[in-house]
């Protein structure tokens, strides 16, 4: 039976690949995750009694407890979705995105190289070290093109430039160390348990509710979109097939412009809400200022994991929005405690939240 420590699994992507790994049978998860405003533990509420699933509150970041988990639990691979990963709130504050998308991820990186080298043999070749990244380490796009896993790497905010230097360690530890690391890459993701700053849960949420859907400048740039479990798929897929040291970006192969995102949701819940009084919900939308150094369009190519590890997904952004929607009209209980936290919606990455 494999183990698998799974770092920031309370947050979006993490706890949906939780669900996904202990669905897959013979995985035990141990779960790490600090339990900042975006992890919360009602999205595993489902696995709080599950006897493959164990969860540790705590940090990447403290050397002693990493050192402990990998001691006491000698897990087959380490599955780091840790980090803080919103633009607006790294331009608000960036510090704690440097603090722990960099610092923590080289904190884990060098426990783990250390934990690594006492393994035997067998255990040692068949370790491995995946490490979650995104699109957005590559810049903008122009009209034209994708990005590959070989285009140069040009961050345009205090979020995609801390995720592209813990990017650079993982591969230096790889090549200067040996550590069998894989990174992914991956495009726009959505699906159940968003945290509502993330641009379709806001807009799902605020609609329900009558308030104005801020669209950013002209509500022209554009993003991959990827549904959640399908990323799940292909983290899992890379895992079990993917060439130590190499990278994979993972897309969705669905580019939308926010607007057009917002302009789908908004006749979706005219369909799903007949009786609602905010129909037509288009008629929320909202024109706002643009967001500080706003990348202009992702697109991911894909060709890579596809051709080498046979995946693709299943969801298209149609079916995967039709099912991200249902399920934020079906769990208001779980949105309403999210929301009854820190984080009303309030307008983020303005430039003029706190400093260091």
């Not at 709080?48 to 407890?65: E, M, S, T, Y």
């Not at 400048?217 to 890379?238: Q, S």
């Not at 039709?322 to 999210?338: A, I, Q």
């Amino acid at each position: 039976m494999n183990t698998l420590l799974v770092t920031g699994g309370a947050g979006f992507i993490g706890g949906n690949f939780i669900h996904f790994a202990i669905r897959q049978g013979d995985v035990r998860v141990v779960t790490l995750d600090k339990l900042t405003y975006a992890g919360n533990l009602d999205s595993l509420a489902s696995l709080k009694n599950h006897p493959r699933h164990w969860f540790v509150q705590g940090d990447i970041g403290d050397r002693a407890l990493v050192r402990r988990l990998l001691q006491e639990h000698r897990p087959d691979a380490v599955v780091n979705f840790a980090a803080e990963s919103h633009v607006d709130r790294s331009i608000d504050g960036p510090a704690a995105f440097i603090e722990t998308n960099v610092v923590g991820t080289f904190n884990l990186l060098d426990c783990i190289r250390e934990s690594w080298a006492e393994l035997p043999g067998e255990a040692r070749g068949a370790f491995r070290f995946l490490h979650v990244s995104t699109d957005e380490v590559y810049g903008s796009l122009s009209a034209e093109g994708r990005f590959t896993e070989t285009t140069p790497y040009a961050p345009n905010s205090p979020y995609s430039a801390s995720k592209a230097a813990s990017d650079h360690l993982v591969r230096a530890w790889h090549h200067t160390y040996g550590l069998p690391t894989l990174t992914t890459n991956c495009s726009n993701n959505y699906g159940p348990y968003q945290f509502p700053e993330k641009l379709i849960p806001l807009m799902i949420l605020k609609a329900l509710s009558g308030e104005p859907l801020p669209i950013y400048g002209d509500g022209g740039n554009v993003r991959d979109w990827l549904y959640v479990e399908d990323h799940c798929r292909a983290i899992w897929r890379v895992l079990e097939a993917g060439r130590p040291g190499e990278v994979y970006n993972i897309g969705g192969e669905s580019e939308r412009t926010n607007l057009e995102v917002v302009d789908i949701l908004c006749r979706l819940l005219d369909e799903r809400l007949p009786q609602s009084p905010h129909r037509p919900h288009a008629g929320l939308k909202t024109f706002v200022t643009d967001r500080p150094g706003h990348d202009r369009r992702y697109a991911i190519d894909a060709g890579k994991v596809r051709g080498e590890l046979g995946w693709t997904p299943l969801e298209s952004f149609d079916s995967g929005l039709r099912r991200t929607v249902d399920w934020y009209l079906s769990n208001p209980d779980w949105y309403g405690r999210v929301m009854d936290g820190s984080y009303r919606g309030e307008r983020l990455g303005t430039g003029g939240g706190p400093r260091p």
